[in-house]
């Protein structure tokens, strides 16, 4: 596993199933549902869209400049802070990135060992799963067992390296970008993009899943 010192772990929150953060938020939401204000359903809905539409659009934007345009890429890779500032995407929870490039021969994913950091200035909200104790023991014991999981497998001689965020250091993969997409524009490739395969746990959407 690649990652930093979780003894240098300095995490605002506590390490339960429930960030201080999340604990806050649940109790607002009932107090406001309690007096009527809010529909639990709709709020539903919005955490859902956050987590699925909204915040991975950015990350797609990211990736899909990183696949047309070589120079974009390349500092990308050489320091993601700066370079995602670029498309507008900054704040908390995304003040230091680095991203990580799929390639033939490497497979990268992320997890957080200890809680959910999360890269959400392009990301969004993490998953359930994501801060799931299961999935982030089994990435780190067992990646390809996960990957399995998630609907795919890759071949024996793809190394597998697994990317431990902290509070300091977030991780974007760069996923690979499908076979028969020359010539597409950025909005046309960003189609292709699934917050999966940022996370490393998915892989792009082959392109018959957007019109060219």
């Keep these: ?28 939401e009932t107090v406001l549902t309690e007096k009527g204000y809010v529909e639990p359903a709709a709020l539903d809905v919005l955490i859902e869209t956050y987590e699925t539409k909204v915040g ?47 390639t033939e021969r490497q497979h990268n994913m992320v997890v957080c ?15 359930v799963w994501y801060k799931s104790a299961p999935y982030r023991s089994r990435a780190v014991i067992d990646p390809r067992g996960v990957l ?15 990317w431990d965020s902290t ?3 977030r991780y974007l993969v760069v996923p690979m970008r499908p076979r028969g997409t020359d010539g597409w524009s950025e909005e046309q490739l960003a189609e292709l993009v699934t917050r999966d395969s940022m996370i490393g746990t998915g892989l792009a959407r082959p392109p018959g899943h957007a019109d060219p």
């Design 1 to 28: 596993m690649t990652g930093h010192d979780h003894d240098h772990h300095h995490h605002d929150h506590d390490h339960s199933e429930l960030s201080e953060t999340e604990l806050r938020v649940r109790a607002l």
């Design 167 to 169: 509070a300091e250091i």
């Design 56 to 102: 991975p659009r950015n990350g797609a934007r990211v990736i899909a400049k990183a696949w047309a345009d070589p120079a974009y890429r390349a500092r990308l890779i050489a320091d993601a802070t700066p370079a995602i500032a670029e498309l507008g995407y900054a704040g908390r929870q995304g003040e230091h990135i680095v991203a990580v490039e799929n």
């Design 113 to 127: 060992t200890l809680c959910s950091c999360y890269p959400w200035s392009v990301l969004g909200l993490p998953p």
């Design 148 to 162: 399995r999981d998630f609907g795919f497998e890759l071949p024996p001689e793809t190394e597998i390296r697994v």
